[in-house]
């Protein structure tokens, strides 16, 4: 449904009188099945949201190509538009427009009949449950509600592709469980849908495959169970005073460690059998120990061993 | 056809916005009555005329094009609030054309500044000001014109600063010479030489002539059609150029 190779592009951002160029997004690969949830990850600034808006014809691609819903990108944007909706980030309505007349609008902007568009708004409303709100102003609506609107609004032309930016950013933990059902529904009458995300919990939940991007460029892809197998046996996250974390590091420079401020994580084959050993490795050592925990790989782990830091710092 | 469909789309959502707002008809009489009463008044010694209907028939086209000009060019920091919300990125991920998110826009502001004109040619009739119906209706088609013009360069512009506070100095340091050389005010019949020399650089100097000879009842006058056809080229061009950062505008 989505096909796109050595898809690139640079900005120049200008510093003082310097010029420097920046390359934003330096050739992503990517093959999303059609009904899939994809999940696209990475923290600010890898070139997600330039990626998105290129395959949104917001901004011209400075190379490689792209195929979506069945439609070249480079040399026909007008009939990507046709078939594919896109809800960006920041929300797309308008404080003193009702929701039907924003959805009107839209589906009427996109070709349709009046009548047709009256009745699309209406259905959409019902699916997403906005009916009741749905001839009061926008700046009187929810965040989840405001938030509801801009999806109806991404998907009234029934495309084939939704691209979400972000779609429960901000958004209460309610909200957020009630917009992954949405997420799911749109998957189930028939659409593919292109996630960008910051929750790995919500990768793992949701989509059905993910890609990681990181400086510009994919660094891992595949479904996040694969992801997280790819990352063999257990972890082990050792809780240790600030002062600890040194010496602690260089008792157990035997296994795959990552250092942090207030811990240690460890890379092990099997955590039952590894953690006895841990503990008498430290004692030796004398240092102090906080708390030990052992745990299967998380995506987040997957993200660390992937781009070399944690996607909650970056 | 589909730039005609699109854009009336655009202008019928852009209108209705509007009068759900009616105080900006409040607003842009207001000023432009207090002129009259004011300021106008004035005018018969200072321009060395018999009657006040002449000296009307002076100021009301300069006040006129003063309101297209500014109307026109201060129609951008709606456009940014747009922005700012996401409705004109929305508008863009559709096939709507591009030019009409433009027109649709800009046709808007040339409507409700030619109510805005005749709301202020009835009330200057009160002070005895005639003209004729035709000259008026040419007279408005300047207006029209005008306020197209200065309105999409505008929304270019908006579009390619992006903020309020780039925008509002800009506006103002063009808005500013152009008002003082063009005669708008004041006729520049009395100014020295060189100032009439650079006003003639300055397209609206050429508008405003044109309209007042329009209010004198003089359709003969080459100002006339000289003003129209250099406010049609400027239109043009302006919406044509605006309409491209429409297309291709980054956030």
């Known amino acids: 449904m989505i096909e796109t190779r050595g898809l690139r592009k640079s900005f120049t951002s200008r510093q003082g009188r310097e010029k420097k160029k920046v390359e934003a997004v330096r050739g992503v690969d990517l093959d999303v099945a059609e009904g899939e949830i994809f999940g696209f990850l990475g923290p600010n600034g890898a070139g997600k949201t330039t990626t998105l808006r290129m395959l949104a014809t917001l901004i011209e691609p400075d190379g490689g190509s792209a195929t979506i819903a069945g439609a070249d990108l480079l040399k026909d944007p007008g009939e990507v538009r046709r078939r594919i909706g896109y809800v960006a980030q920041g929300g797309s309505t308008w404080d003193d427009s009702t929701a039907r007349e924003e959805l009107v609008l839209q589906a009427r902007l996109y070709g349709i009949g009046k009548a047709a568009a009256h009745k699309r708004a209406q259905a959409v409303l019902d699916g997403f449950q906005l009916s009741e709100y749905a001839d009061r102003k926008c700046k009187t609506y929810s965040g989840g509600q405001r938030r509801r609107v801009d999806i109806a609004l991404g998907i009234i032309h029934e495309p084939k592709v939704v691209f979400l930016d972000e779609p429960t950013t901000g958004l209460d933990p309610q909200s957020r469980a009630h917009m992954w059902e949405e997420v799911r529904r749109l998957r189930a009458e028939g659409m593919t849908v292109f996630i960008t995300t910051h929750y790995l919990d919500e990768a793992d939940a949701l989509c059905d495959r993910i890609s990681i991007m990181d400086n510009g460029a994919i660094v891992a892809s595949g479904t996040p169970a694969e992801l997280k197998r790819e990352i063999s046996g257990d972890v082990v996250r050792v809780g240790l005073a600030m002062d600890a974390v040194a010496p602690a590091a260089s008792a157990l420079s035997a296994y795959k460690i990552e250092t942090y401020d207030d811990s240690v994580r460890l890379y092990v084959e099997d955590g039952a059998v590894a953690i006895p050993q841990i503990l008498r490795a430290l004692d030796a050592a004398g240092v102090p120990l906080g708390t030990i925990e052992l745990h299967r790989p998380s995506l987040d782990d997957v993200f660390l061993t992937k781009t070399g830091r944690s996607l909650r710092e970056s | ?251």
Do not use: C
Request: aromatic content about 8%.
């Open chain 2, 1 to 251: 056809m589909k730039l005609l469909r699109d854009t009336s789309l655009i202008f019928q959502r852009q209108a209705k916005l509007l009068l759900q707002n009616p105080v900006w008809i409040l607003v842009g009489v207001f000023q432009p009555v207090m002129y009259l009463l004011l300021f106008a008044p004035l005018l018969k010694p200072a321009l060395q005329v018999q009657t006040n209907a002449e000296a009307y028939e002076i100021f009301v086209p300069g006040l006129l094009v003063l309101l297209a000009i500014f109307g026109g060019l201060f129609q951008g920091f709606g456009l940014i609030a747009e922005l700012r919300a996401g409705v004109i990125e929305r508008s863009r991920v559709t096939p709507v054309s591009r030019l009409a998110l433009l027109l649709g826009r800009s046709l808007r502001d040339v409507v409700s500044l030619i109510a805005q004109a005749v709301i202020i040619t009835l009330l200057a009739l009160l002070f005895d000001l005639r003209v004729f119906l035709g000259n008026l209706l040419l007279a408005y088609l300047m207006l029209a014109l005008i306020s197209l013009m200065t309105s999409a360069l505008s929304y270019g512009i908006a579009l390619l600063v992006k903020s309020e506070d780039a925008l509002a100095p800009l506006m103002n340091t063009v808005a500013q010479p152009v008002l003082l050389l063009s005669g708008i005010l004041l006729p520049l019949t009395h100014a020295p030489g060189w100032l009439q020399g650079v006003a003639n650089w300055n397209p609206f100097s050429w508008a405003v002539n044109g309209t007042r000879a329009l209010f004198r009842g003089d359709l003969g006058a080459p100002e006339v059609w000289q003003g129209l056809l250099i406010m049609a080229v400027l239109a043009v061009a302006a919406v044509l150029w605006a309409a491209r950062e429409f297309a291709r505008s980054v956030r």
